[in-house]
């Protein structure tokens, strides 16, 4: 069993669309349970924090941490188009993590249309390098379960009149 380490864990008590964040957090609290270190981000607070720690100079600081982390979740990456200094921060978080350790990335966007995103073609690629190849994918299907869980909870409100 690895050392008990820290971990940056989100309460993971919502659920979002068909469960990608829920089933992210599930997988990081596994890992945290079992004793590895973690740490979870969505994908534009993660890149409004490395903004500010090269503004206040900690920036090599957060860079460490993060590539530390035994588990990396990077939630709801491509929600908006990266500027050129986001796409350089991802690059380097994901090359610092490259084969030391796990990443979950989620994101409602295929990985063939995350060039778009990224906007730069070469970085996209270095990036998309570094995440698609060796990664296993997990596509999940169905309604969205805030609908589903908004449904249910009409329901139940009718039935208690």
Same mark, same amino acid.
């Given at each position: 069993?690895?050392?008990?380490?820290?971990?940056?864990?989100?309460?993971?008590?919502?659920?979002?669309?068909?469960?990608?964040?829920? *089933?992210?957090? #599930? *997988?990081?609290?596994?890992?945290?349970?079992?004793?590895?270190?973690?740490?979870?981000?969505?994908?534009?607070? *993660?890149?409004?924090? *490395?903004?500010?720690?090269?503004?206040?100079?900690?920036?090599?600081?957060?860079?460490?941490?993060?590539?530390?982390?035994?588990?990396?979740?990077?939630?709801?990456?491509?929600?908006?188009?990266?500027?050129?200094? /986001?796409?350089?921060?991802?690059? /380097?978080?994901?090359?610092?993590?490259?084969?030391?350790?796990?990443?979950?990335?989620?994101?409602?966007? /295929?990985?063939?249309?995350?060039?778009?995103?990224?906007?730069? #073609?070469?970085?996209?690629?270095?990036?998309?390098?570094?995440?698609?190849?060796?990664?296993?994918?997990?596509?999940?299907?169905?309604?969205?379960?805030?609908?589903? /869980?908004?449904?249910?909870?009409?329901?139940?409100?009718?039935?208690?009149?």
């Amino acid at each position: 069993m690895p050392p008990r380490r820290s971990c940056d864990q989100p309460s993971c008590g919502s659920f979002s669309d068909e469960g990608k964040s829920f *089933l992210a957090c #599930a *997988l990081g609290q596994k890992a945290c349970r079992d004793g590895f270190s973690g740490v979870y981000r969505r994908a534009s607070r *993660l890149f409004d924090e *490395l903004a500010q720690a090269r503004a206040d100079g900690t920036h090599p600081h957060a860079l460490k941490r993060l590539a530390k982390a035994q588990v990396l979740i990077l939630d709801d990456f491509g929600l908006e188009p990266l500027g050129s200094a /986001e796409r350089k921060e991802l690059l /380097e978080v994901l090359e610092d993590r490259y084969h030391q350790s796990s990443t979950v990335v989620t994101s409602q966007l /295929e990985p063939k249309d995350w060039h778009a995103v990224i906007g730069d #073609a070469t970085l996209a690629d270095a990036i998309l390098d570094r995440r698609v190849h060796n990664a296993h994918r997990i596509k999940l299907g169905g309604e969205s379960i805030r609908y589903v /869980e908004t449904n249910l909870m009409k329901g139940r409100k009718q039935t208690k009149v």
